[in-house]
């Protein structure tokens, strides 16, 4: 199962439909980081709403995603968190730092300026 | 004492997403709230992982437990893997799971009620972890 | 909940053991007693008597409870007397049918929920009980004269069953008193851990009294929640309230900001004094993901402008004529 990623202008949106394996991850990662150079993708969002769980790996290759697609010139923001899993991350000592995140893939693109709205929480 | 018992073997990463998806279940049938279920499969997803990464092959148990009226549920996930060589050492606080070092044990402990570990070295580890229905 | 992605949380709902009493628990419960086959095979038997003497038990049975102005009350109404008269028949044939299984657990359970929701106290329903017990062994010694070995045996393998329903009526008892304890801390948790839309996006989540772990987690998961329902994007955290603030709470603190900040929140922490600041970055703390602000006014203006909100004040109005 693969993660669907969609154009939207230069704005990519990646929709995590569930669990995916460490090595549907990594494939994931690539697959994203690969799109990214192609479409000159100013902004990429990462839907996590439906997974209910985001252990550490998830967590890190989040965070690589988001360092590969700032080297390429785009923002990373990952949309979806629910509150159990923002819980769990947050016990389990997990950051994202560094990568935006907003509620919902709504707020998500206001925050990036792609659809008009108040916006989302910027990186520190 | 133990009751009803679910070993998942865990011999590849899929097996991590198994194990943390009955873990869950097995949280929801003893009456753990959705928050708790979350807690239970994310450290079992930790410890799990620690078993691919570092032994190759191990099981995961999830059983329910009862103690002194509380109902609960119990992870345990052992391997024969290389084991610890600091116990210590990898549950301090300050090895974070963050970076790629650290085995996520001082935050899996965080997630559950009780913690216990146990590993030899050249013989395995065992971690034992319970959360309790408040 | 609407959004199908969110499937995974339904299909995590807790199952309805809400007691525990599931087939497994019984089955221990049995062992426990030492109930088996035997003993079902011994009931069995006893049903041709118990079919015999249903009606005349029963009627004794209710002719001591209406002696007893304590067990009197509950049986006032004739209607009620006759249903209740209608069930206990059943509850005594089903003792000797044979089958202890997944429906007659659920039939005790029920009986005793009904008994404790009427207000019967234990020390009655148990001491009704034991009458009840009298008279079944009266009877089956009765039809057992010539060998009262066996009639004792007999009322050995009842007692067992007695026993396995009186467990579970108890249960039943303290599963409701439980129950209204659970309703009351629910009650208390929130009043505890209130968190207050004050505009569209903001949230106000003063914090008071003393915080531990528990009570941290709580308040957190709790403001998680409402960040999602209120699709909340600052919040004003006040810690003005707070007994004591030492590092161990302004870690946890601290967490609570980083949880809002995965759901896309900032927080403004309020009511931290400059004091209490320096000692926990005396302390070692990085206190620099905190965004504070002295005073709660002052944080719900910065909570406002961060949401693009510019608060004006109107001219005074005129004074009303006078008369």
Known sequence: MTVPILKQGDVLVASMQEALSDHALIEFRDRLSDQVGRARA???????????????????????????????????????????????????????????TALDLEEGLALVGAIAGSGGHAAH | MPLTETRVPIEDEEDIVTARQKGRQLAAARG???????????????????????????????????????????????DEGPGIPNPTLAMRDGFSTGNSLGMGLPGAKRLMDEFELSSTVGKGTTVTMKKWVR | MA???????????????????DEEEVERRKAFLEFGEDDVDVLRGLRELARKYADPVIEEFYGHILA?????????????????????????????EGDYGKSYVANRLKVGAAHEQ???????????????????????????????????????????????????AVDTYIFARESTMRKQQEAIREL????????????????????????????????????????????????????????????????????AGLMGASVIVTGLSSDVAQALVGLGLDLHKLNTVGDLQGGIEEAERLLGYRVERLEPSRSPPRD
């Open chain 3, 3 to 21: 959004d199908p992605r969110l499937a995974w949380m339904d299909r995590a709902h807790p199952l309805p053991h809400e007691m525990g009493v």
């Open chain 2, 32 to 78: 753990l709230s959705l928050t708790e279920q979350t807690l239970i499969a994310t450290a079992i997803s930790e410890v799990a992982r620690n078993i691919v990464v570092y032994a190759h092959r191990g099981e995961v148990v999830l059983s329910a437990v009862e103690e002194q009226g509380r109902r609960g549920v119990m992870v345990v996930a052992r």
């Open chain 3, 68 to 96: 007893f102005d304590e067990t009197k009350s509950f049986f006032r109404d004739p209607k009620v007397l006759a249903r209740v008269k209608e069930l206990q028949k059943d509850y005594f044939v089903r003792l000797t």
């Open chain 1, 42 to 100: 100013r902004v990429v969002i990462i839907d996590v709403t439906a997974l209910d769980v985001l252990d550490s790996f998830a967590t890190r290759t989040l965070r690589a995603i988001a360092y590969t697609a700032r080297l390429r010139g785009a923002r990373t923001v990952v949309v979806g968190i629910q509150p159990e899993v923002a819980f769990a991350m947050v016990q389990l000592g997990l950051t994202l730092e560094s990568v935006e």
């Open chain 3, 192 to 259: 505890s851990t209130p968190v207050l839309q004050i505009r569209e996006r903001l949230l106000l989540l003063p914090i008071i009294g003393v915080i531990d772990t528990h009570r941290a987690r709580l308040i957190t998961d709790s403001l998680l929640r409402s960040i999602r329902d209120n699709r909340a994007k600052v919040v004003v955290m006040d810690v003005t309230g707070v007994a004591t603030i030492d590092s161990k709470v302004a870690n946890h603190l601290i967490q609570t900001v980083i949880a």
């Open chain 3, 118 to 168: 009427v207000r019967l106290e234990p020390k009655w329903y148990l001491g009704m009980y034991s009458y009840y017990l009298r008279l079944v062994a009266k009877r089956m010694q009765e039809s057992l004269t010539n060998d009262p070995a066996k009639a004792f045996a007999n009322f050995l393998s009842l007692m067992k069953l007695v026993f396995l329903d009186i467990g579970l």
